[in-house]
């Protein structure tokens, strides 16, 4: 079936620095790949949808300037935290949809940021 | 608007009980449904969906979920709970034009040996 592999698992970085995380389908092309933020305890939240070759579109009230998304090929999509604060820290999951509508989307094991 | 509602956060029961965990939603057209579950600290794991046809559908790992339009459900069942049922599950509505998915708040399922 297919396969989305996300890295890093998890990820420890200094407030101010950048993070990029990555989100590749392995066997499959993603035309399109959806990142999602996850609370402690809470649902998941969609950020931003990306489309290769194009540029993202952002949910409301999400900072497309501090969570840049690029999806430069069918099998890469990466979402880079920006001068990171505390409030970033959470998980971050990507989702990836594959051609066949009726497969639904297959979702990376998720990045577990925290900012210090 | 759009919107996923599980009424239960936490739910426990024993094993080898039955299961049922609630799902209603709010969509304008027929929807596209699903359940996940997610480990902690892990991504989301597909048990099943529902698009058209049956609206009984079976899942993996015993899991069968069961769409009543005209109650607006979807709710996921299991005859049996094992141990390793424990986690986090969440029901998904999916729009059929912008395949963006709309999450439920979750449900913890806590099984009690």
């Known amino acids: 079936g297919a396969v989305v592999s996300q890295h890093p698992s998890r990820v420890i970085c200094k407030s101010g620095t950048s993070v990029k995380i990555e989100c590749r389908s392995l066997?499959?092309?993603?035309?399109?790949m959806f990142w999602y933020r996850q609370f402690p305890k809470q649902s998941l939240m969609l950020m931003a949808t990306?489309?290769?070759?194009?540029?993202?579109?952002?949910e409301q009230g999400v900072e497309k300037d501090k969570f840049l998304i690029n999806h430069a090929s069918l099998t890469l999509s990466t979402l880079t935290v920006t001068s990171a604060h505390p409030e970033d820290s959470s998980f971050y999951i990507c989702?990836?949809?594959?051609?066949?509508?009726?497969?639904?989307?297959?979702f990376g094991s998720g990045t577990r940021l925290t900012v210090v | 608007a759009q919107s996923v509602t599980q009424p239960d956060i936490h739910i426990t029961v024993s094993e080898g009980a039955s299961l049922e965990l609630r799902c209603n939603y709010s969509y304008g057209a027929t929807p596209y449904l699903f359940w996940y579950v997610q480990s902690p600290g892990q991504g989301l794991q597909l048990l099943l969906k529902y698009f058209s046809g049956d609206t009984l559908v079976q899942g993996i790992k015993g899991f069968e979920a069961e769409f009543k339009r005209s109650q607006s459900s979807f709710n996921l069942r299991k005859p049996s709970v094992h141990w390793s049922d424990a986690a986090e599950y969440f029901c998904?509505?999916?729009?059929?034009?912008?395949?963006?998915?709309?999450f439920g708040t979750g449900t913890r399922l806590k099984v009690l040996a």
């Open positions: 989702s990836a949809r594959t051609r066949d509508r009726e497969s639904g989307y297959t």
């Open positions: 998904a509505v999916g729009d059929s034009g912008t395949y963006k998915y709309i």
């Open positions: 066997d499959f092309q993603a035309t399109t």
């Open positions: 990306s489309n290769e070759g194009s540029k993202a579109t952002y």
